[in-house]
């Protein structure tokens, strides 16, 4: 009897050995995260346009156990009036919700001259979805001289974003987290 019982013991030690493993606690180590994904926004000054872009973005997570981060972004796009968008600088976020603060340079089209102005943008994130609006405010409107032109300037310019974008961990450890079956992933768990 004695025999079965040390024998189910052992036996119960390495069938739930995996399960104490997934459940020890959170790394408190930096994290990195690399995020590549597509953009499409709407929006603009004077003329509202649609883009399509690609953004990359890093974010680091001090305490790799909080939702907190800080990082850098670009966003690169072309705008169907013929214009390219490019923007980078600083995130910061926590949670769901992210800032965005930087530069953004819009070429020139045949009737808009090219700006360059201040990025500020917000965003609420679900996994891989990013909803959120963007606010560039012109610092400097590139006019041409010399030049007879009636090229327009762009103004201060809104938009509605979206960006689809996937998260790889980079360095640190990676985040555990919950999914529908009930069970963590990461950490560890592997």
Not at 69 to 76: A, E, P
Not at 114 to 129: I, N, R
Request: net charge negative.
């Amino acid at each position: 009897m004695i025999k079965h019982t040390a024998l189910a013991l052992i036996l119960a030690s390495l069938a739930f050995g995996g399960v104490a493993q997934a459940q020890e606690a959170p790394s408190h180590d930096a994290r990195g995260v690399l995020r590549l994904g597509k953009v499409y926004t709407f929006g603009g000054g004077a003329d509202l346009q649609h883009g399509f872009g690609m953004d990359a973005r890093y974010e680091l997570y001090p305490d790799g156990a909080q939702d907190g981060y800080v990082g850098l972004f670009t966003t690169d796009q072309y705008e169907l009036g013929d214009a390219w968008r490019f923007s980078g600088g600083l995130i910061a976020g926590w949670g769901l919700f992210g800032l965005e603060v930087g530069v953004s340079h819009r070429t020139a089209t045949a009737d808009y001259v090219g700006s360059t102005g201040l990025h500020v943008a917000q965003s609420f994130t679900f996994g891989p979805l990013s909803v959120g609006g963007r606010l560039t405010v012109p610092l400097y409107d590139h006019v041409p001289q010399n030049v007879g032109g009636s090229q327009l300037a762009q103004g201060i310019e809104g938009a509605i974003t979206l960006r689809l974008s996937f998260g790889f961990t980079v360095h640190g450890q990676r985040r555990a987290h919950h999914h529908s079956c009930g069970l963590r992933h990461g950490a560890g768990s592997h």
